[in-house]
């Protein structure tokens, strides 16, 4: 079963390099699995609330609420009984006066030890199992931030800030590619009611792709009626999120963030709560309780579809259904940790999956102390 799944994500991740230069729908998908366990319980919904080094991949403009020190955040997560690996390392630093802030985020998806067998079967028709190597399917991501505050009053702060990502994907040494990408976005913050904004791959984010093979491997793909790819090209489209969110004082020592964002896409229809011939849109409803500011409770629902129904064999009966999160986080100090129990599939067809993250401010001892 795990070599089932290893062929399944392997697929995924070869088919769409296999095609010819053009706009698709769900290029670098690795990219919009989030960042942190806050963020994933919360249902992905970030945009207008982030404030820490994750906001770096959520909303640069948040990483101004990064302040006086070092903000790092850290993340790994297993996904199909482990075989593909999800990881996210953050940074984000202050400076002059907290008015700027300088990000760097990197982030990992990966299935490693695949079998090759494209050399299985020696020329003589004869089967060696000494030939099978093992490679990885590995999609990297570099995200250099930038954020300012451009508006400061004792009510209302405006921030901006933008990244600039490098993205590097790699077929064991059959196929890599290099891409190039520009988001930006923008954070409003009032006493109790948040505002955000973010437009990713505004320069229509890209991947050129190159492929090596050896003649031996060319031979097996030829005789095995595959095509054998020369030079490629993917684009993907500018997609824009927005969101709000609002504190609720429940009581002095508890109270309640509730915020909703919509992703905008502008690719065509896709199976979302609107789908129009050029735009989509898909929302995110997160909460959290925060108890003290110490203790976190966080839930929420996104990636809202509608499928037929299960049972229903005449394929004419479809229902809503919906992907559900909850979590937990503690603080201790400086020091964030941060749970997640996140579902991959829906309510009625569930794959779980826990998340663990980490989040700490840098301190001198002295401060710690």
Request: aromatic share 12%; with cysteine.
């Amino acid at each position: 079963m795990r070599f089932y799944y290893k062929i399944c994500l392997v697929i995924l991740v070869i088919l769409p390099i296999s095609l010819f230069a053009q706009f698709r729908k769900y290029s670098n998908e690795f990219l919009n699995i989030g960042a942190g366990a806050r963020g994933l319980a919360m249902g992905g919904a970030q945009v207008a609330s982030t404030q820490d080094a994750t906001a770096g991949y959520w909303n640069p403009a948040g990483l101004t609420g990064v302040k006086d020190h070092p903000n790092v955040g850290l993340m790994h997560a297993e996904y199909f009984s482990g075989i593909a690996k999800y990881d996210y390392l953050g940074a984000a630093l202050p400076i002059q006066d907290n008015k700027r802030t300088l990000g760097i985020s990197v982030l990992r998806f990966a299935v490693d030890e695949i079998p090759n067998t494209l050399n299985l079967v020696e020329p003589d028709g004869s089967i060696n199992y000494d030939n099978i190597k093992t490679f990885s399917v590995a999609d990297w991501a570099v995200l250099l931030s930038f954020a300012q505050k451009i508006r400061e009053t004792e009510n209302k702060t405006i921030s901006f800030g933008i990244n600039a990502k490098v993205i590097y994907r790699k077929v064991g040494s059959f196929a890599r590619a290099w891409g190039f990408g520009l988001d930006a976005g923008l954070q409003m913050r009032g006493k109790k009611g948040y505002w955000g904004i973010v437009a990713k791959d505004i320069t229509t984010t890209f991947n050129a792709w190159s492929f090596s093979f050896s003649d031996r491997e060319k031979e097996v793909l030829y005789l095995t009626k595959n095509d054998i790819p020369v030079k490629s090209t993917e684009l993907t489209t500018p997609r824009l999120t927005l969101g709000g969110g609002y504190d609720i004082g429940i009581s002095k020592s508890l109270n309640l963030l509730i915020e909703a964002n919509l992703d905008v896409t502008f690719d065509g229809e896709r199976n979302t709560v609107y789908s129009g011939k050029t735009i989509s849109i898909d929302p995110h409803i997160g909460f959290e309780a925060n108890l003290k500011d110490v203790f976190f409770v966080r839930a929420g629902i996104h990636n809202f579809q509608r499928v037929f129904e299960d049972g229903d064999s005449t394929n004419q009966k479809k229902v809503w259904i919906y992907q559900p999160s909850a979590g937990a986080g503690f603080k201790i100090k400086n020091i964030m940790i941060d749970y997640a129990f996140t579902n991959l599939a829906n309510q009625s067809n569930p794959l779980y999956t826990h998340i663990f993250s980490l989040r700490f401010n840098i301190v001198g001892k002295k401060e710690s102390e």
